[in-house]
C-alpha cells in the first residue's frame, strides 16, 4: 500500500512566499493580491480594510485634498503671509501632540463595552462636522476657520491613534508581519496621497478651496463606517472597572518604560532628527506661485508636482520593503539621513533659477525635486516607524504607540515654527523670496546633523528582533487579561534594575 503524502504546511509569516509562486507577468501583477490575501488570512479582512480605509481614505487621500485648498485658503481667502501660513499650519498638529491622550483613552476606557470602534466613530463625525461647517460658512473669522480645521485634524488624530493601536497589537501576536503591516499602513497612505494631490488641483479649480472641504467630509464618513464594521472583542463589564486605577497604571506602566535605555534613547533621536528638519514649504509654495521672476504655477501644476511627490514616497516605502527592511537600523538611517540633507538642495536650483540658464524647465525641476526627496524621506521614515512598533510594552501598546508618534508630531511642531521663524528673520514674504536661498541652505546643513546621534539607535543586526527588556514584552497567552499584563509591568518598578540597564 502506498503511504499518504506527507502534507507540508508552510511556517508561520511564509504564506506568501510558498503560496504565490506564479512566475511571468501575471505572477508580477498578482503578488500586491497575494500578499493582501496573506495579510487578510493572518489578521482578519476587517483590520486590513480599516487600514487601507484610514491610511489610504482618511489620510493619504484627505490629506492630499486638505494640503492644496488649505494652502490656497489661507493664501487667497485669509491673506496671511508664508511665515504666517508656516506658523498655522504647525498648529494643526496639535491634535497629533497629544496623541498620548487618545491612545490611554482607546487601551484603558471602553465605550458600551469596546475599546477600539467608539473611537472611530467619534472621530468619523468630528471630520464629517468641520469639514462641513466650513464649506458652508462665508467669510470665516481666522480663529474660528482654525478651530474648524484643529477639529478636522483631532478627527484624523483619534482614529490614527485607534488604528495604530490594532496594528501595534497586531504586531506583538505577529512580531513576523510587523515589517509587512508598516508596509500597508504607509502603501494605503502613498496610494491615498497619490490620488489626492493628483486630483487636488483640479478640484480647487473648479469648485474652490471651500467646495474641497466639503468633499474632505465624504473620507471622514467612511471612518465612522470603520467603527461599524471592524472586528473587535467585547469587553465585559468587569474588565470595564476601576477606570481610574487602569489610568493611573498605565501612566506609571509608561513612566517605566520611558526609563529604559533601549526606549528614551531612540526616542530622542527620533525628536532631533525631526526638529532639525526646518519646514519651509509655505515659503515654497508662494514662490511657486506669487514671485515675479518665479514659475508661477497654476493649481492644477501645484497638485501634479504633490501627486509625483506621492509617487516617490510610495517608491521609497516599496524600496525599504524590498531592499532594506533586514539591514540594521543605523545603517539604513546613515545613508537615508545624509541623502536628505542633499535633497534639500534641489529647491536651490530652482530658486537660483540656474535651472533656465541651463536650459532646464521649472516644473521638470519642481517635479524631479518632490519625487527624490518624498523617496527618501519615506526611505528615512519607515525603519523608525517599524523600530516605535518594538518599543510598545504590551497591554499599553496603543498608549506608548501613540506617545511615541506624539514625540515625532512634537519634533514636526517644532520644525514648523522654526521654519516659519526663520521665514520672518529672513524676511519672506508675499512679495520678497530674496532671502529664501538662505532657508534652503540653512535646512539642508541641519538635515544632516542628527547623523551624530546614530549611537542612540539601537544597534540590531537583526531588525526583527526584540529591543525590549523580557519583563516589558509580556506577550498575551491563553487567557491573561490585560490588566494582569499591566499589573506585571507596573510591579517590575520595585526592581529598578529590571529596565534601567
Not at 470665516?140 to 490614527?160: K, N, P, Q, R, Y
Not at 536651490?348 to 521638470?364: E, K, T, W
Amino acid at each position: 500500500m502506498n503511504e499518504p503524502e506527507e502534507t507540508i504546511i508552510p511556517a508561520e509569516g511564509e504564506s506568501l512566499k510558498e503560496g504565490s509562486s506564479k512566475d511571468g507577468i501575471l505572477g508580477f501583477i498578482g503578488r500586491p493580491f497575494d500578499w493582501l490575501k496573506m495579510l487578510s488570512d493572518e489578521l482578519h479582512w476587517s483590520f486590513v480594510s480599516a487600514v487601507v480605509i484610514v491610511y489610504g481614505i482618511n489620510q493619504g487621500l484627505s490629506m492630499g485634498l486638505s494640503k492644496i485648498s488649505t494652502q490656497y485658503y489661507m493664501k487667497d481667502d485669509q491673506k496671511l503671509q508664508p511665515s504666517e501660513a508656516q506658523v498655522y499650519f504647525g498648529i494643526l498638529q496639535l491634535p497629533w501632540v497629544v496623541k498620548p491622550l487618545w491612545g490611554l483613552l482607546t487601551d484603558t476606557l471602553p465605550i458600551f463595552g469596546y475599546r477600539r470602534r467608539p473611537y472611530f466613530i467619534i472621530a468619523g463625525f468630528l471630520g464629517i462636522i468641520s469639514m462641513v461647517i466650513l464649506s458652508l460658512k462665508q467669510d470665516l473669522h481666522l480663529a474660528f476657520a482654525l478651530l474648524c480645521l484643529i477639529t478636522s485634524s483631532a478627527g484624523m488624530a483619534v482614529a490614527d491613534s485607534t488604528i495604530d493601536a490594532c496594528v501595534t497589537e497586531n504586531s506583538i501576536s505577529h512580531p513576523y508581519l510587523a515589517s509587512d503591516m508598516q508596509s500597508l499602513c504607509g502603501v494605503s497612505s502613498s496610494i491615498g496621497q497619490l490620488i489626492g494631490y493628483t486630483v487636488s488641483g483640479f478640484l480647487v479649480h473648479l469648485i474652490g478651496s471651500k467646495g474641497v472641504f466639503g468633499v474632505l467630509s465624504i473620507p471622514a464618513a467612511l471612518v465612522l463606517l470603520v467603527g461599524l464594521m471592524i472586528g473587535e472583542t467585547f469587553v465585559n463589564k468587569g474588565a470595564d472597572r476601576r477606570v481610574s486605577e487602569k489610568l493611573r497604571d498605565a501612566g506609571k506602566a509608561m513612566w517605566i518604560a520611558l526609563k529604559c535605555k533601549n526606549v528614551w534613547r531612540p526616542c530622542l533621536y527620533m525628536y532631533v532628527s525631526l526638529a532639525l528638519s526646518l519646514q519651509i514649504h509655505e515659503g515654497m509654495f508662494y514662490w511657486y506661485t506669487e514671485a515675479k521672476n518665479g514659475p508661477f504655477f497654476s493649481k492644477e501644476a501645484v497638485g501634479a508636482i504633490s501627486s509625483i511627490g506621492a509617487v516617490g514616497s510610495l517608491l521609497g516605502i516599496l524600496l525599504y520593503q524590498n531592499a532594506f527592511k533586514h539591514h540594521p537600523f543605523r545603517r539604513v538611517l546613515f545613508w537615508a539621513q545624509l541623502l536628505y540633507g542633499a535633497s534639500g538642495l534641489l529647491d536651490l536650483i530652482l530658486v537660483s533659477r540656474a535651472n533656465l540658464r541651463i536650459g532646464i524647465p521649472d516644473y521638470f525641476v519642481a517635479v524631479s525635486d518632490a519625487a527624490i526627496s518624498h523617496m527618501i524621506t519615506r526611505l528615512k521614515w519607515m525603519p523608525l516607524l517599524v523600530l516605535s512598533t518594538k518599543l510598545c510594552p504590551s497591554g499599553i501598546e496603543g498608549t506608548f504607540f501613540a506617545l511615541l508618534m506624539s514625540i515625532d508630531h512634537i519634533g514636526s511642531l517644532t520644525a514648523a515654527w522654526a521654519g516659519g521663524l526663520c521665514l520672518h528673520v529672513l524676511h519672506v514674504t508675499r512679495t520678497q523670496f530674496g532671502n529664501l536661498w538662505v532657508a534652503i541652505v540653512v535646512r539642508s546643513f541641519l538635515r544632516v546633523v542628527p547623523v551624530g546621534l546614530l549611537f542612540l539607535v539601537p544597534r540590531n543586526d537583526d531588525p526583527n528582533a526584540s529591543i525590549l527588556p523580557d519583563e516589558l514584552l509580556n506577550t498575551r497567552k491563553g487567557e491573561e487579561s490585560e490588566d494582569m499584563e499591566m499589573v506585571s509591568l507596573v510591579n517590575n518598578d520595585d526592581d529598578p534594575n529590571s529596565v534601567e540597564e
